[in-house]
């Protein structure tokens, strides 16, 4: 799957929404191409930080890099395989980070999990 090229998480809720959106149609509007991004907006900061820990940070870093298997990203991180799973479940539903599964040999099906983008931009306002 192609990564899109950035992807930004922000803390600057419904205002910040509209303000991206008017901006895009101006730009439109104009003639203007859109680069591709992908933006992940909280209502708040401590929204935000809740859903992304130090772990989940460290999570996405080791995704980035390469797609990675449930269990080895579990032995990288020296984590529980389940609490891997409930994070990895948590920055997908954010639409941070996507999973399929592939055959493993013998094994029945293993879940891989992918970045969403190449480079993660986090913007926060206190």
Sequence with gaps: MKKA???RV??????????RVHAHARKLDRGEELAPEITVSFESVSDLLRVLSAERVR???????????MSDLAADLDRDTRAIA???DLLEDFGL?????????G????????SRANTYHLVATI
């Design 86 to 88: 409930r994070d990895v």
């Design 107 to 114: 094994h029945g099906r293993r879940r891989v999990i992918e």
């Design 59 to 69: 999570l996405l870093r080791v995704a980035r890099e390469k797609p990675v298997s």
């Design 10 to 19: 922000t803390a600057d809720g419904v205002k910040g929404f509209f303000d």
């Design 97 to 105: 980070l996507r999973s399929r599964y592939e055959r493993n040999p």
């Design 5 to 7: 090229t950035r992807l």
